[in-house]
């Protein structure tokens, strides 16, 4: 059985590369979610934690794109209990 999973690492480096190619620093997305430090930015892009649904809605506003274009979504397979 397959079942989906947030790839983190990949979301990561993807909200990386949106990033440089809207044309924002990591500072810029600092200002625009009024965080105090980049500290939060950063570990979404080492794919350390991931952005709250609230934060996602504002990421895909600020690159251009959808939500889903920034998630990356895997797959694991599992066996079947039984």
């Known amino acids: 059985m397959e079942i ?3 790839d983190f690492a990949a979301t990561g480096q993807n909200i990386d590369t949106l ?3 809207a044309g924002l ?4 997305m600092q200002k625009v ?3 105090g430090t980049p500290q939060a ?3 979404w892009i080492h794919g350390d934690s991931m952005p709250t649904i ?3 809605v504002v ?3 600020i ?3 959808t939500m889903d274009e920034i998630v990356v979504v895997g797959k694991r397979f599992i066996s079947k209990c039984g």
Do not use: E
Not at 25 to 28: E, I
């Open 4 to 6: 989906p999973f947030i």
């Open 41 to 43: 930015i950063y570990k």
């Open 54 to 56: 609230d934060n996602l």
């Open 63 to 65: 690159l251009g794109v």
């Open 59 to 61: 990421l895909a506003a």
């Open 19 to 21: 990033r440089k190619a």
């Open 33 to 35: 979610f009024g965080f």
């Open 25 to 28: 620093s990591v500072k810029d």
